[in-house]
């Protein structure tokens, strides 16, 4: 199967950080994405993992953990144009599922 | 410089009157997606073709069809339209296959479908 767990919705503070958790099952697993998504807008690329480990782009950091079925996506420095939805979506093969998304909510 | 087109933005149509949706890309991409994304919902992928090879996922209504004429277009044709098919409607590229390595998938803007 490909449950994909996420949390729901977070709340987090402007200029703080927040890490945004997935585990899933999937068969065949090859890597894990991650994308971003803001209200109304079509999904834009975030980062993608596929060894074990931590990858830093910016103030974005995507983890991964293969044995585990664990990512995390850490968001620094929050900034209120990080108010979005995001996506934790694993690939298998010749598609990607996507997860339901975590709703980030930035406050002042 | 836009790379994954989707006409229209909005569409309405009529409970049962066949609608077309039409995505195009100036990447060049082999694979093009279909997603179905209702409100706080997780987009559904539909189908995706790789070059002319249609794939069709399990759970897809028969009445959602598609067709890429040639590599830059994908269309989505609803023969009979539900409301429960008012969605947004994502078209994706890569360019390849995810076997082949990280490919990451380019999204258009979406068609927002409003079934009367």
Known sequence: GQNIDQPTEMTATEGAIVQINCTYQTSGFNGLFWYQQHAGEAPTFLSYNVLDGLEEKGRFSSFLSRSKGYSYLLLKELQMKDSASYLCAPDRDDKIIFGKGTRLHILP | ?116
């Open chain 2, 1 to 116: 410089d836009a790379m994954v087109i989707q006409n229209p933005r909005y569409q309405v149509t009529q409970f049962g009157k066949p609608v077309t949706l039409s995505c195009s890309q100036t990447l060049n991409h082999n694979v093009m997606y279909w997603y179905q994304q209702k409100s706080s919902q997780a987009p559904k992928l539909l189908f995706h073709y790789y070059d002319k090879d249609f794939n069709n996922e399990a759970d897809t209504p028969d009445n959602f069809q598609s067709r890429r004429p040639n590599t830059s277009f994908c269309f989505l044709d609803i023969r009979s339209p539900g409301l429960g098919d008012a969605a947004m409607y994502l078209c994706a590229t890569s360019r390849d296959r995810f076997r082949e390595g990280n490919n990451e998938q380019f999204f258009g803007p979406g068609t927002r479908l409003t079934v009367l």
